[in-house]
């Protein structure tokens, strides 16, 4: 996976297993979206976008 300027790209480069992006076979880079559901093998993972509002921050002195 790349990520660069906000955008993420997947490529399958030649696995034995396949790479799919919502049960399409990547052949060629494919872009993701938030959401968009990702094939490993057998394990099928979420992609997510973190948006401004679900970033966490630590304060100094304190617990969190």
Same mark, same amino acid.
């Given at each position: 996976?790349?990520?660069?300027?906000?955008?993420?790209?997947?490529?399958?480069?030649?696995?034995?297993?396949?790479?799919? /992006?919502?049960?399409?076979? /990547?052949?060629?880079?494919?872009?993701l979206?938030?959401?968009?559901?990702?094939?490993?093998?057998? /394990?099928?993972?979420?992609?997510?976008?973190?948006?401004?509002?679900?970033?966490?921050?630590?304060?100094?002195?304190?617990?969190?």
């Amino acid at each position: 996976m790349l990520i660069s300027r906000g955008e993420a790209t997947l490529e399958d480069l030649g696995s034995k297993n396949g790479t799919r /992006v919502n049960g399409t076979p /990547v052949t060629t880079p494919a872009r993701l979206s938030d959401g968009d559901a990702i094939k490993l093998g057998d /394990v099928t993972m979420t992609f997510r976008i973190a948006t401004s509002t679900s970033l966490t921050e630590t304060l100094p002195g304190g617990s969190g």
